[in-house]
């Protein structure tokens, strides 16, 4: 019985660490990572799905500086952002009590849910449209340097991904 405790409880950790890690990439089966898609020749749509806000936003930002360096251009304007995150989460502790009968035999089980870590969103989505330009940067806010975003937040990436447009 201990065996088997000891066990579950380090698959659980196991879990919890790989969950909470996140790889910047094109979007993958669990649907974090990003995506693209080319509206016009110089304005694209970004979207990235991260494990919390943070990786959400540094993660469209940075695929916007990828896209605009690999266009041509020295710098992008965020014309518009939209930010979800999931709603109707649980964030507190809660109990669950459950029981069962067959035969000769019956039973009764008891779950326990603890909130670990912050109890914030564990996940987020942001969505950006950009449009790219080059030459001189114009001193407008929402307007990047796509080198110093790349400087910042890159890195290298794990794959490029296949405009849809």
Do not use: H
Not at 9 to 21: D, E, I, K
Not at 93 to 99: A, D, L, N, Q, V
Not at 123 to 128: F, K, P, Y
């Amino acid at each position: 019985m201990n065996k088997i405790l000891i066990a579950a409880l380090t698959l659980f950790g196991l879990a919890a660490c790989a969950s909470t890690t996140s790889v910047y990439g094109p979007a993958t089966d669990t649907g974090f990572g990003y995506r693209d898609q080319q509206i016009e020749a110089d304005r694209y749509r970004v979207s990235y799905r991260g494990r919390d806000m943070t990786s959400a936003d540094d993660g469209a930002l940075r695929r916007a500086a990828e896209i605009a360096t690999r266009e041509g251009a020295t710098w992008f304007r965020v014309v518009s952002r939209d930010v979800e995150t999931p709603s109707g989460r649980s964030s507190g502790t809660s109990i669950g009590i459950g029981g069962a009968t067959g035969g000769r035999n019956s039973s009764v089980g008891v779950g326990v849910r603890l909130p670990l870590g912050d109890n914030g969103p564990r996940e987020a989505v942001v969505r950006l449209e950009i449009l790219l330009g080059e030459g001189e940067m114009p001193g407008d806010e929402g307007v990047y340097d796509a080198r110093q975003v790349l400087g910042n937040l890159g890195g290298t990436t794990v794959g490029e991904s296949a405009l849809d447009g």
